[in-house]
């Protein structure tokens, strides 16, 4: 089952369940709240990133890369959903997003748009994140 974020109609099944998930991480994210951005993530979870480190394992290492993107984003940081799509199986699936965020220095403020692919798991009937992928396009 696929289903993407301007879907019209009700959303449910699986690809709804995920989508939920993925929506309250994105605004667990905006409200800095630690605890929601783990709340369904595995304890063997593994990130590849774009800043160094460019994996990190395990959930701790996840929790420890959200200081340097806080400290990097505005209050409150801009972590938006553009496009998302999901497919579902009976025990996995995957949701590809198109994400933009914006990163501030000390003199000016820029937009980055990233892709997103996160892998989930079906663990005792709940979806859980199992991988995150975030990359940008690469630049001459």
Not at 56 to 83: C, H
């Amino acid at each position: 089952m696929e289903e993407t974020m301007n879907a019209s109609g009700p959303q449910t099944g699986d690809a709804g369940q995920i989508r939920a998930l993925i929506e309250q991480w994105a605004e667990a994210v905006r409200r800095k709240d630690m605890d929601g951005i783990l709340r369904h993530h595995a304890p063997d979870f593994i990130m590849f990133d774009v800043p160094p480190p460019l994996q990190s394992k395990g959930i701790e290492a996840y929790r420890d890369t959200w200081p340097l993107f806080f400290g990097a984003s505005p209050n409150p940081p801009v972590f938006d959903i553009v496009d998302l799509k999901i497919r579902a199986g009976a025990e996995v699936a995957f949701a590809v997003a198109l994400m933009r965020c914006v990163l501030v220095t000390q003199t000016e403020s820029s937009d980055l748009d990233f892709r997103l692919t996160i892998c989930f798991e079906k663990i005792a009937g709940q979806w859980t994140f199992m991988h995150e992928h975030h990359s940008v396009p690469a630049i001459d």
